[in-house]
C-alpha cells in the first residue's frame, strides 16, 4: 500500500520558504478553481481561518468555499481544493473542515495537487515537490518527488478510475461523482 503521511502540524525543514497566496495572482487560482465550481474567500491578516483543519496559515474548506489568507501556503490551497475534488458527492455536500477520506483518496489529493501546480504561472511541479518536501508531506520513497516519479500507480489509477485526470495525466476538470 503506498501510504502518504501528511505533519503540516510538526513542520521540517526551511518551511518559511514556501510559495504562498502573497506571491501568486489571486485570480488565476481563483478561476482554474471556479471550474470545479470552489471559489475562494479571502480572510483578513491575522484571523483565524474557518474550516481549517489544520490551523494556523492552512486553507480552510467549508461547502463549496476555500477560505485562505495572504500567507496560506500555496500547496495547501491546492491540496485542500484537490480533497474538495476528489471527495464523493455526499461528503462534499456536508463539508464543514475535515474532508475526510482514506488513504487511496489521500495519496490521489496528493497526485492531483501536483499536477495542478502546473496550472499555476509561478508555482509548476518543481516547487510544489519542494513546498511539500519543506512543509513536511512525508512519503516512503523519502521526497514527494520520487513517491510521485517512482510510487505513485495506484493514485494515477484512483483518479483515472474517478475519471478525475486522463490517460495523459491531465485534469479532467470534474468532480468526483460517486
Avoid at 491540496?79 to 474532508?99: P, Q, S
Avoid at 501546480?117 to 509548476?124: N, S, T
Wanted: glycine share 8%; aromatic share 8%.
Amino acid at each position: 500500500m503506498n501510504e502518504t503521511i501528511l505533519q503540516p502540524l510538526h513542520k521540517t525543514g526551511d518551511n518559511n520558504d514556501v510559495l504562498r497566496l502573497a506571491d501568486v495572482e489571486l485570480t488565476s487560482i481563483a478561476n482554474m478553481l471556479s471550474s470545479y465550481g470552489l471559489s475562494i474567500k479571502t480572510i483578513t491578516n491575522g484571523q483565524q481561518i474557518p474550516g481549517s483543519f489544520w490551523g494556523d496559515e492552512e486553507a480552510g474548506l467549508i461547502g463549496n468555499e476555500l477560505l485562505v489568507r495572504a500567507d496560506t501556503p500555496l500547496h495547501s490551497i491546492l491540496h485542500e481544493a484537490c480533497h474538495y475534488i476528489c471527495m464523493d458527492e455526499t461528503r462534499r455536500d456536508g463539508l464543514h473542515t475535515n474532508a475526510g477520506g482514506d488513504y487511496d483518496e489521500e495519496n490521489a489529493v496528493c497526485y492531483l495537487q501536483i499536477l495542478l501546480a502546473d496550472h499555476i504561472e509561478q508555482l509548476g511541479q518543481q516547487r510544489m515537490f519542494k513546498d511539500m518536501d519543506r512543509w513536511g508531506y512525508t512519503f516512503r520513497l523519502g521526497s514527494a518527488q520520487a513517491w510521485f516519479e517512482h510510487d505513485a500507480e495506484e493514485a494515477r489509477g484512483w483518479l483515472l478510475q474517478q475519471k478525475l485526470i486522463n490517460q495523459q495525466r491531465q485534469p479532467c476538470w470534474t468532480l468526483r461523482k460517486d
